[in-house]
């Protein structure tokens, strides 16, 4: 078992993973570059059908609750900065059902990130109160609806 301080994102499938393939080590602003490294899987999750990419998304989660749990016990940090695989599965639940458009793709990276970072309730009052791989994931996995709600309004209501 690796002291705290030699565990690295990249030292375990799990830790790789849970950092996004990578994207969750950027020095700055690592939600937002984990939530561009989900935009090329997207693209070809968005190739499935609606009910099968639905069930992907709902084993990301389930996933990513042992992942960012884990990763999280494993550096002995409580949702890390770099644990982006929660960005990865809200950023997925933004975008079910929508059209395979640029201006989409767009609306939605803007939109998850918005939720993201505000955390309007019932956002952040979870994200406080939930801990453990399920606390790391429910506030993206929120973002994520919220996100979704707003697109699938606008898609309702304009196009």
Known sequence: M???????WNNHWVHFLAFGLGSGAAPKAPGTFGTIAA???????????????????????????????????????????????????????????LPLHWAWLLAGFVLFRLFDI?????IGWLDKRVHGGL???????LAGVFALLVLQAVRYFFF
């Open 2 to 8: 690796l002291e705290p301080s030699q565990r690295r």
């Open 118 to 122: 505000i955390k309007p309730f019932p």
């Open 39 to 97: 935009v090329p899987l997207y693209l070809l999750l968005a190739q499935l059908s609606l009910p099968l990419y639905l069930v992907v998304v709902l084993v990301s989660f389930v996933l990513g609750i042992y992942l960012c749990g884990q990763t999280s016990k494993d550096m002995q940090v409580h949702d890390h900065g770099g644990i982006v695989w929660d960005e990865f599965v809200g950023f997925w639940i933004t975008m079910i059902a």
């Open 135 to 141: 606390g790391i994931m429910i506030d993206d996995v």
